[in-house]
């Protein structure tokens, strides 16, 4: 394969046309011939992608584990996550006897809980996972929009009259994970194949704020299940008085959200600087709802969450600032 940088000078031909020509061992390593059709793709950033005409790109990855250098279950699943998140297409787990049960378990965790992956084959001593979704069809932003609807949900459930149970939305928090490492896998493909943003018509600076915000949106669903949490465990008539609280202050909490979330998905800079302006006001706010209650240690960690969501939603603001300037 064709790997070294050389410096070529432009030529004019016909007295109009500019010429640059092409690595020999680039032109056969591709099976390139005379008259063969090439595509050329202006980059933003002033660069030209060059390809072969029909050419899809083959960023094919696989990686390997071997299962007789893990001690637990637990690191077999750390590791799962983290080729998944790589990105890529491949995994091959393979161990020198039998595949334990708890490793099988943790693989069967790992299938039913990232996107995309499955098992294509099983031996005793082998197990190979490939990655089935078509990445050139799946726009990171969209992702991050649906990631945002649900953790939005989970919020307003929280601050609403009728709250749902915390093993409900822990598993709803798990379906936010499991959007958040798509992001992150989505990221790291599109960074290993430099074509793939120009062909889908989207910027890398784009993608890779994605993750930022798809990791806030994280964090916020962790917090919505944190408040549920944290509320459950109060006294009763301390309950029945927070949550009261918590009622009056949901309109205002989705709003703030719904204006971070809006500046980010349009590039909106002065929707974003409102945003971070009005941070204090809303933080002012909860603290006067909660004022003069005795801040016991749930009430806290309670507090403590939804101080944090609303710096959450100014962090999501930022990014928007800065998608804003590019």
Not at 239 to 252: A, D, K, Y
Request: proline fraction near 2%.
């Amino acid at each position: 394969m064709y790997h070294s940088m050389e410096i070529r000078r432009i030529q004019i031909t016909g007295g109009s046309s500019f010429m640059v020509t092409l690595p020999k061992d680039w032109a056969e390593a591709r099976g390139l011939k005379k008259n063969d059709p090439v595509v050329v793709t202006p980059q933003s950033d002033g660069s030209l992608l060059l390809s072969p005409q029909g050419l899809q790109v083959a960023r094919e990855s696989t990686k390997t584990i071997s299962l007789d250098d893990l001690e637990t279950a637990d690191s077999l699943y750390r590791c799962l996550i983290g080729a998944y998140i790589a990105g890529h297409d491949q995994i091959v787990l393979r161990s020198e006897g039998p595949i334990l049960g708890t490793f099988l378990e943790a693989i069967s965790e790992f299938t039913q809980t990232s996107m995309g992956m499955e098992i294509v084959e099983e031996d005793e001593d082998q197990i190979v996972i490939k990655d089935l979704i078509d990445h050139s069809e799946v726009i990171p932003q969209k992702n991050v929009r649906r990631e945002y609807l649900l953790v939005k949900r989970m919020i307003a459930d929280v601050l609403a009259h009728t709250r749902p149970k915390v093993s409900d939305m822990a598993a709803r928090d798990t379906e936010v994970d499991r959007i958040h490492w798509l992001v992150q896998r989505q990221a790291s493909i599109h960074q290993q194949d430099i074509g793939l943003c120009s062909r889908m018509g989207l910027r890398l600076g784009a993608v890779t704020s994605c993750v930022g915000v798809s990791k806030i949106l994280e964090r916020l669903g962790d917090h919505a299940v944190m408040v549920l949490r944290n509320l459950e465990h109060l006294g009763e008539s301390d309950r029945s008085l927070v949550e009261t609280h918590l009622e009056s202050l949901g309109p205002i909490v989705l709003a703030y959200l719904g204006d971070a979330m809006g500046s980010w998905l349009d590039a909106d800079y002065r929707r974003a600087e409102s945003v971070i302006r009005r941070k204090e006001e809303v933080l002012v706010m909860i603290g006067r709802r909660f004022a003069g209650l005795s801040v016991v240690s749930n009430l806290g960690l309670l507090l403590g969450s939804m101080t944090r969501i609303v710096e959450y939603c100014s962090d999501i603001a930022e990014s928007a600032i800065n998608i804003s300037m590019e």
